[in-house]
């Protein structure tokens, strides 16, 4: 078997990246290890950048976005008990975020590749990569117990941070990360959203966020040790919890109702670089993970699968590879930018276990500096929204 782009991995990277080399006429597989059910079912973060929802409705995959999705031009930081609105449109000439489940991306592209009849082959096994600085690179896999053989002109790997295809790059990759000593407690409830606004709380017992998935899905978290087992938090236990951290002085807090479903995430900040090797080219969380704390992961993949889509697109329009050579640079400058402002937002808003009160006086006034200066509003907006890219193919 040949195709132009081997592409593993059916995350939401994966799914973008096929859908838009369809779009720009150029053919490819993807393999994905997991069933169905699993890879659309997965409960990840939920708000997508202004250029992600462009992108999207661009490729036109965007219908049930801009039906089902809710566009926030604001967004609340609560500190000392008071909830302080950043009017996000107003500060960036327009821009908005989009909350939409990543899940509900996915089953978008996951119909999008159904109606182009291209291959997305799920519960493939042992997948591995070979002869990556040949023309010819290959992906090796086993399915319904056969082994195949898919020859590529080019593989792209999309398989996220546990995938075969980073450790595949060889010895020439650097690596940058840091391990932060927490993690969150997420919860999915059934209780109408409270506040048309996300909150994100900084309280004297840790972090906390209201967000939200449907005018009757509530999306909520609080930080917690990185190895905490769910186990130990009761339903009751946990909405105490939220109760005592995001509760304001004006008496908002969330509506409580039963919950659908609770998880612990550990975080980290991860960059890999360069982000290719030969003909092998990252993107998604395969070359770099943000901590959750601005909702960024998936934008950033978007961000890497339009420049590696245009990149491999022009190469097979005017058989020049500048784009393709550009490519790890392009990417790694957004992503560097994204990890600083992640970086940032997340050690703003947490408690960390080393610190001293000097540390959380700094971030109260970092807090209250940033809600009172529009300069520093100005930043925090222009950032959540996401900085601006061309989305033109
Ligand atoms: N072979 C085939 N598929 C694989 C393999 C493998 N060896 N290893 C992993 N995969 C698949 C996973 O099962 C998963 O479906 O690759 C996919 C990677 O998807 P994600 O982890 O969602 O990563 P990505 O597509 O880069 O998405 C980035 O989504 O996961 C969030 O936090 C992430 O928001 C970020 C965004
Ligand atoms: C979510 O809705 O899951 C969400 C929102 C904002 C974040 C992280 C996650 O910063």
């Not at 302080?84 to 909350?99: C, D, F, N, Q, S």
């Not at 990759?173 to 407690?185: A, E, M, S």
Request: some cysteine.
């Amino acid at each position: 078997m040949h195709t132009q782009v081997g592409i593993v991995g059916a995350g939401p990277a994966g799914l973008l990246l096929g859908h838009l080399l369809h779009r720009m006429g150029v053919d490819s597989v993807i393999l994905e290890a997991r069933d169905r059910e699993h890879v659309m079912n997965r409960v990840r973060a939920g708000v997508l950048e202004q250029f992600t929802a462009d992108l999207m409705t661009h490729l036109g995959v965007g219908a049930r976005l801009h039906r089902e999705g809710l566009r926030h031009e604001s967004v609340y930081l609560s500190f000392a008990g008071r909830r302080h609105l950043v009017p996000l449109a107003e500060l960036t000439g327009g821009k908005a975020i989009y909350v939409y489940g990543q899940n509900e991306v996915v089953k978008d592209l996951m119909e999008a590749r159904i109606s182009t009849g291209r291959p997305l082959h799920y519960e493939v096994q042992n997948a591995s990569v070979h002869h990556i600085d040949s023309p010819r690179p290959v992906i090796r896999y086993t399915a319904n117990g056969r082994q195949q053989e898919l020859t590529c002109d080019f593989i792209a790997g999309c398989d996220g941070f546990h995938g075969i295809c980073r450790p595949a790059l060889g010895d020439a990759v650097r690596f940058y990360d840091r391990t932060y000593p927490f993690g969150w407690l997420g919860i999915l409830a059934e209780a109408p959203p409270s506040s048309e606004a996300l909150v994100y709380t900084y309280h004297d017992r840790g972090f906390a966020l209201f967000s939200m998935r449907s005018p009757n899905i509530t999306r909520l978290y609080f930080q917690v040790p990185p190895d905490e087992d769910i186990d130990r938090w009761s339903d009751d236990a946990i909405w105490q919890e939220m109760l005592r951290r995001m509760t304001t002085c004006d008496g908002w807090k969330p509506n409580v109702g039963p919950i659908l479903n609770k998880n612990v995430t550990a975080m980290r900040s991860f960059v890999t670089e360069p982000m290719c090797a030969g003909r092998l080219y990252l993107a998604g969380d395969a070359a770099h993970i943000v901590p959750p704390t601005g909702a960024k992961g998936l934008n950033l993949a978007a961000f890497d699968v339009l420049h590696l889509g245009r990149a491999i697109a022009a190469f097979y329009r005017t058989g020049k590879t500048d784009l393709l050579r550009q490519y790890s640079d392009t990417a790694l400058e957004r992503a560097w930018k994204t990890q600083r402002f992640s970086w940032w937002m997340t050690q703003t808003l947490h408690r960390f276990p080393d610190e001293n009160p000097f540390d959380s006086k700094r971030q109260l006034s970092d807090l209250g500096y940033l809600t009172s200066s529009k300069a520093a509003m100005t930043s925090l907006a222009e950032n959540y929204v996401g900085l601006p890219v061309d989305i033109e193919l």
